[in-house]
């Protein structure tokens, strides 16, 4: 079966500190890997994927995340944390041998101190 | 460019009254569409996901149901809500065929079951 996990309940950093955010990953076959922020109240939104290609992904909001097969991980990165980055993180991975269903991390809440 | 609805965005309702929830997706055809339910601002339960038209699969039996009437239209119900019902509902959409494509989420829907 196909899953994400995240080890970080929550994730303390400081404004202008970089951030990592981590995941990792049990697929069978190639993964397709997602990351998602959720403000309060609101749905998700994507922030980047990777399918293949070049290990380093770069996304939305100055984020980026680095895939690594030999530790099945997809470490959520950004080198100087904002406030406004506060919000509750979700990796997931797709499903391609089951109707393409997701399955999501537990998620991440990041707190950015100013 | 594609939109994704949801109605209502916040709903109270009593224990053993129905439920409607629906969401419509513009700007695209035949797309993939997901239910979940977020319990307490973290993990995402899959609920329903359909292909097509009249095309539903439940992930987790429970007391609610959903259907597609419609290509671009989705709706979650419940003959008799449950205290256990309250959540967060988002309905989610992604490209048919297409099996690198992202999860697209709408703003969600606060359901208090009282």
């Known amino acids: 079966a196909q899953s994400v996990a995240q080890p970080e309940d929550q994730v303390n950093v400081a404004e202008g500190n970089p951030l990592t955010v981590k995941c990792t990953y049990s697929?069978?076959?190639?993964?397709?890997l997602f990351w998602y922020v959720q403000y309060p109240n609101r749905g998700l939104q994507f922030l980047l994927k990777y399918i293949t290609g070049d290990n380093l992904v770069k996304g939305s909001y100055g984020f980026e995340a680095e895939f690594n097969k030999s530790q099945t991980s997809f470490h959520l990165k950004k080198p100087s944390a904002l406030v406004s980055d506060s919000a509750l993180y979700f990796c997931a991975v797709r499903d391609l041998t089951n109707f393409n269903k997701f399955y999501f991390g537990s998620g991440t809440k990041l707190n950015v101190k100013p | 460019s594609q939109t994704i609805h949801q109605w209502p965005a916040t709903l109270v309702q009593p224990v053993g009254s129905p439920l409607s929830l629906e969401c419509t997706v513009e700007g695209t055809s035949n797309p993939n569409l997901y239910w979940y339910r977020q319990a307490a601002g973290r993990g995402l339960q899959l609920l329903f996901y359909?292909?097509?038209?009249?095309?539903i699969s439940s992930e987790v039996p429970q007391n609610l149901s959903a259907s597609r009437p419609q290509d671009r239209q989705f709706i979650l119900s419940s003959k008799k809500l449950l205290l256990s019902d309250s959540g967060f509902y988002l309905c989610?959409?992604?490209?048919?065929?297409?099996?690198?494509?992202?999860?697209?989420f709408g703003p969600g829907t606060r359901l208090t079951v009282l």
């Open positions: 989610a959409w992604s490209r048919g065929g297409s099996s690198t494509d992202t999860q697209y």
């Open positions: 359909s292909v097509g038209i009249g095309q």
């Open positions: 697929v069978s076959g190639n993964p397709y």
